[in-house]
């Protein structure tokens, strides 16, 4: 096992941990990392590894939220479990349509879409709609004060998907919408949602991205769509993962050394732990804070991958 190898992986699994959760795309920082810090292995376990490393993040999603996911809690009565296994029926149903999509398209997807132009074009083009839809609910929420004379927090204009609520004084950070919590998202939102996590197939979009910006679309507070982002999260890295190591070891033919086995490991330990800490922080920023700051951050982003790309073209 070589120390600089690991000191890599573990420089890997610091920017996985950090990129796969905020909506900024873990895919756009990888292939920078890439073209500066490359492991000495073989291309298909590179392929795999960059796929199979999400389950260190994901496991830190399993141990925050262990309680409200899990069934089987002995301090949840009747109605708990029946609403904990109802979140899990959302959370399957908004998996499906990337799933049926994402699983024959994807190695087309590998093939023609991994290249700088279009996780560059992605980073901008959604950093803008970011922007865009922040300002658009912070002009919803001014005029319901002004116009309306209410307290806002029920449906925004255009959510057609949203269950009407009853109003909710908005956070410091003006963060509404009818749907408060992620026990009352309707199962038609929760489609809608799955929906827009079809777009993050494209790379350079952000999984976590297209999420929330289905959720604020179709009525959500910005800490729901967060939160249902990172339970949608489960299943699809798993299955992400799965799919990659039954490539790699079937139809790649590869092997697991002590080296790769060092490699894996170290990197998803380093994802793990600070998937932990990024989590965290987002749900306590959401609160107070818009997405502005991570549209104007993918934006240059996209111009820096951009640019770095067609320079050495």
Not at 46 to 62: P, R, S
Not at 77 to 83: F, K, T, Y
Request: proline share 4%; charged share 15%.
């Amino acid at each position: 096992m070589n120390p600089i190898e690991l000191l890599k992986s573990a420089f890997l699994g610091l920017v996985e941990g950090i990129t796969e959760w905020l909506p900024i795309s873990s895919t756009g920082h990888m292939i920078l990392v890439d073209e500066f810090i490359k492991l000495n292995v073989s291309e298909e376990f590179m392929n795999m590894f960059l796929v199979v490393i999400q389950l260190g993040a994901i496991l830190a999603v399993c141990v925050l939220f262990f309680h409200e996911l899990n069934p089987f809690s002995p301090s949840k009565g009747r109605e708990g479990r029946r609403a904990t296994w109802s979140l899990w029926g959302k959370i399957v149903l908004a998996c499906l349509p990337a799933a049926l999509i994402g699983i024959p398209l994807d190695d087309f997807m590998e093939e023609h879409l991994y290249n700088s132009v279009v996780v560059a074009a992605a980073l901008i083009v959604y950093g803008i709609a970011f922007i865009v839809i922040e300002m658009w609910r912070k002009r919803v929420l001014a005029r319901r004060v002004e116009e309306e004379g209410v307290v806002p927090g029920s449906r925004p204009a255009g959510t057609h998907f949203a269950r009407p609520a009853e109003a909710v004084e908005p956070t410091e950070g003006g963060d509404f919408g009818a749907i408060t919590r992620v026990e009352d998202l309707p199962l038609k939102t929760a489609l809608g949602i799955g929906c827009f996590q079809v777009l993050s197939l494209i790379p350079g979009t952000s999984r976590s991205g297209s999420t929330i910006i289905g959720g604020l679309l179709l009525g959500c507070t910005r800490s729901v769509a967060s939160k249902f982002t990172f339970f949608l999260a489960i299943p699809v890295m798993f299955g992400a993962s799965a799919l990659k190591l039954v490539k790699y070891v079937v139809l790649d033919g590869g092997t697991f050394g002590t080296n790769e086995l060092a490699i894996m490991g170290v990197g998803c330990l380093v994802a793990f732990v600070v998937s932990l800490l990024a989590i965290k922080w987002l749900m306590n920023f959401v609160r107070k804070h818009t997405f502005i700051a991570f549209g104007v951050y993918r934006i240059v982003l996209g111009v820096v991958v951009l640019a770095y790309f067609l320079l050495l073209a």
